[in-house]
């Protein structure tokens, strides 16, 4: 079966611009995750879809980031202003809804965004 | 708030040499503790751990969890320059059945010199 895709791979971008990320679930999976990764950190949880509604963006810094996942497939994270401290690996994943397999969760390869 | 503690952050060792890494975990409503493997960006799954003292084994690498004391060890014998890498622990949680979330330690970053 295909992977998580995202896109784009690379991006960077001047503070205070504005930057969309995307992501293509695993075919079937209702559940699509987005992750913030600093570099020496581990993946931080920014937002939670169950299908395309929200289950948790408790961790989401709702003044300047923005999710939505239309139709319960692909997915759109957006940063707006970006800041210097936004740098980071954006990580997408998905997971079957009625998780069973024991397997985790499949990651996409990730964003990594460069705010200068 | 749910926390997930690993050590070491950094372990430098050579190259046939044995090594453990530690997860802590303090979470509400566990279901399970997975290792990943980063080597360049995107996790990938090496166990899922669900219930304490059963072994889980996958060539050189190995994991075991004690839901009593809250803890995962991840053991890697024989270790070769491909096991250089970031070791993450995460652990599920949830309400809801299905929609978990994994709350991720820090990491360990694993160098093996050769």
């Known amino acids: 079966e295909a992977g998580v895709a995202q896109s784009p791979r690379y991006k960077i971008i001047e503070k205070r611009q504005s930057v969309a990320f995307w992501c293509n679930p695993i075919s079937g999976h209702a559940t699509l995750y987005w992750y913030q990764q600093i570099l020496g950190q581990g993946p931080k949880l920014l937002i939670q879809?169950?299908?395309?509604?929200?289950?948790?963006d408790s961790q989401l810094p709702k003044d300047r980031f923005s999710a939505e996942r239309l139709k319960g497939v692909d997915s759109t994270l957006k940063i707006q202003p970006a800041k210097l401290e936004d740098s980071a690996v954006y990580l997408c994943?998905?997971?079957?809804?009625?998780?069973?397999?024991?397997?985790?969760?499949?990651f996409g390869s990730g964003t990594r965004l460069t705010v200068v | 708030e749910d926390k997930v503690v690993q050590s070491p952050l950094s372990l430098v060792v050579h190259e046939g040499d044995t090594v453990t890494l530690n997860c802590s975990y303090e979470v509400t409503n566990f279901r399970s503790l997975l290792w990943y493997k980063q080597e360049k960006k995107a996790p990938t799954f090496l166990f899922m751990l669900?219930?304490?003292?059963i072994e889980k084994k996958s060539g050189r690498l190995s994991s075991i969890l004690d839901k009593k004391e809250l803890f995962s060890i991840l053991n890697i014998t024989a270790t070769q320059t491909g096991d250089s890498a970031i070791y993450l622990c995460a652990v599920a949680n949830g309400t809801i059945q299905g929609a978990q979330k994994l709350v991720f330690g820090q990491g360990t970053r694993l160098t093996i010199n050769p």
């Open positions: 879809f169950q299908n395309n509604g929200v289950v948790d």
């Open positions: 669900t219930s304490s003292g």
């Open positions: 994943a998905s997971s079957p809804f009625f998780y069973r397999g024991n397997y985790g969760y499949t």
